[in-house]
């Protein structure tokens, strides 16, 4: 089976651009979690999505938005870019079941950097 | 509370000694605890996992110990190897909360031949 693909892998924007990150994940795998990752914050949940449906939200500005498709694949978006937020931005897939012990497993990562 | 504190931020240690990274909870809602193990330029990877109603849990030379009335687990690393060298961290998962994971600060570790 193939892993979670998420493109592109690196990016560089400007303060006030908008940008548009992709995830696919294992074929099967219905939920979506999204994280950001920086060395002064470590890893922060970012958001959920299930069935197409935002299903959990961290504490993000509303700048941070995402979305899902019928097809699982998962798309998160960055309005109005601040230096802060470059970052590694992750995503991890799951079944989706519910069950506590559900295996998240993370793609690669896209690498943002904001100048 | 929502954190997970892990300690200490790096290890060194030798070829074939054990590793301990440690992390303490507060928030008793947290119902599974994974840690993750992450190379550079990777995503963190499932390493192994706990439930709160388990006090041990072993998988080849990683073991997870957990004290729930301490509210503390640690990750335990058996004859190190060069190889062993990455980022872990530790994770809580809280009830009900999906794909949402409270993930601690990070340990990098580094096993020296």
């Known amino acids: 089976k193939a892993g979670v693909t998420q493109t592109p892998r690196y990016l560089i924007k400007t303060r006030g651009q908008q940008v548009t990150l992709s995830c696919s994940p294992i074929s099967g795998h219905r939920s979506v979690s999204w994280y950001q990752q920086t060395p002064g914050q470590g890893l922060q949940f970012l958001f959920e999505y299930f069935s197409e449906t935002q299903r959990n939200k961290g504490n993000f500005p509303g700048r941070f938005s995402g979305r899902q498709f019928s097809n699982s694949r998962s798309e998160m978006n960055v309005s109005t870019l601040e230096l802060g937020d470059s970052a590694l931005y992750l995503c991890a897939s799951s079944l989706g079941k519910g069950a506590t012990n559900e295996k998240l497993f993370f793609g690669s990562g896209t690498q943002l950097s904001v100048l | 509370q929502q954190q997970v504190k892990q300690s200490p931020q790096s290890l060194i240690v030798q070829k074939g000694g054990i590793s301990i990274i440690n992390c303490a909870y507060e928030n008793t809602a947290f119902d599974y605890f994974p840690w993750y193990q992450q190379f550079p330029g990777k995503g963190p990877a499932l390493l192994i996992a706990i439930r709160p109603d388990v006090s041990e849990k072993k998988e080849g030379r990683f073991t997870i110990s957990f004290n729930k009335s301490a509210k503390q687990f640690s990750l335990h690393i058996m004859d190190s190897q060069p190889g062993d060298s990455a980022t872990y961290f530790c994770?809580?998962?809280?009830?009900?909360?999906?794909?949402?994971?409270?993930f601690g600060q990070g340990t990098e570790l580094s096993v020296k031949p």
């Open positions: 994770a809580a998962h809280l009830y009900n909360q999906g794909g949402k994971l409270i």
